[in-house]
């Protein structure tokens, strides 16, 4: 029996590069693992199965289960397992916590099953069910271009100060995107400045590179999402206030911990939605 955590994400920077002819969109984001957590426990098991925590409906359809079959089709046709999902990230809050799962799951059925398989084959693997799993083979500090699923390694942010509010309202990115078509002109950004950061930089520095292009379009397409961040833009403490991914969560970077306790027991205290308080965390698999 092995138990490993799966990370949530945030996004310090998203852009949208255009439409590509397989229907997705060209990104290119970097994405940062932080410490709110799912857990994946795996046993040797005669057949595959999931139970979990909460409701999954078709368990089939799961991410975790359809990314282990996958592994278990192309490298381990005569091995079974019992995986058991707890779940903390909240659903559908552009934390990434569904491609998480299937990841860190491929991660340990690949050391239960003694298969061997690189940190490459297993994002091949696993981008086979989304475009952003594959990051979360590794984690850490990321650049991910393509549909997401092109994942770069940058110098590790670890140990920033982050709170996260995820207002309890799904921001469903298909619709995001359709509001993102509704601005007709913008000019795209690069986030090459993230490879030019010194080895330990401060929260001040990262907080002036932060860019979402989903931000102003979520912003529209969730009024709960809206009326969360206008009663929160003028708190005091935070250095910066942003959207992950296609939302509905607002992140707000801090520049010590002293200063996220305080921020999180005022946005508990506000009753806006559920509050983390979390760190960024450096690239490897969490085990646990």
Known sequence: MLTIKAPAKINWFLEVKGKRPDGYHEIETVMQSVSLF???????????DLTCNIELGDTKQNLVYRAAEILQREHAPSRGAHIVLKKQIPHGAGLGGGSSDAANALVALNRLWGLGL???RLRELVAQVGSDCAFFIEGGTALCTGRGEIVTPLRDLAGLD??????NDVCPTPAVYRELSQDLTFDTVSCYLFHK?????RAEEI?????NRLQEPALRVSA??????????QMDGKLVQFVSGSGSSVVFLLADQRSADHLSESLRAMQL????????????????
């Open 38 to 48: 799912d857990e994946i426990t795996v046993s040797d098991a005669d057949t595959l």
């Open 118 to 120: 690189g940190h490459d």
């Open 162 to 167: 982050l709170v996260i509010l995820y207002p």
């Open 197 to 201: 950061l010194p080895a330990q930089p």
């Open 207 to 211: 907080a002036s590179l932060i860019k």
């Open 224 to 233: 709960r999402l809206r009326a969360v961040w206008d009663r929160t833009a």
């Open 273 to 288: 939605g559920q509050v983390f308080a979390v760190k960024t965390l450096p690239r490897g698999a969490v085990w646990g």
